[in-house]
């Protein structure tokens, strides 16, 4: 399989019912030091002063940005082998962030559809997987798997959410919703094939779930009145 770098940007405007030509000034840089690594850079229609960056210095990876709107930043850094990155943004000044240091079979995506949302996913481990969806304003997502064969999913919906996960042991499962504003979630999982489910509906909860020891199972779920 060749080495493929796919980076397209097209901008197009209409003012005065004439067709003119407007420098798009987004930024798609990709940096490849690995073997056998894919990475695919769109930022299209209207988009403005977007950013996205991929760096490949692992082997047989895949990575891909897709950007629309303005003024959004991604990136990408895959250091191990075999992961697999995928971001879309649409909406502006949104931040995300994927991080596969150096290990190995892990895959991560960011989907972010609003303003000013951060994601950020950070995979030391092998074999972890993370998605993270958010869908709204000023929301905040983190995943962090320094452990093995770990399961992390986060959706926002709404307004000014945290959601937090940390999975430093193996084969554990976290799942986090939040469908509302202002509502915080914590996970921390230590141990060993734990799962756990955090939903919250409404609007300023707060929920923090820690589990250090194995096969233990965690729900959550908040309402408002």
Known sequence: MMKRILIVVMALTMALGLSLPVLAENIGNVD???INNDAVID??????????????SGNNNDASIHQVDESNYASVNQSGDENEAHQTQSGNNNDASISQGFG?????SQTQAGETNIADILQEGNGNIAAQDQ??????????QPGNSNIADQFQHGLSNEATILQGGDGNTAIQNQVGDENHAHADQ???NNYLSQLQMGDGHNSTVNQSGSLNTALVTQTNP
């Open 32 to 34: 490849q030091s690995g």
């Open 104 to 108: 190995d079979g892990n895959y991560a």
């Open 43 to 56: 930022q299209v229609d209207t988009s403005i002063d977007n950013e996205a960056y991929i760096v490949q």
């Open 135 to 144: 869908l709204g304003d000023l929301n905040f997502a983190s995943i962090s």
């Open 190 to 192: 230590s141990g060993s």
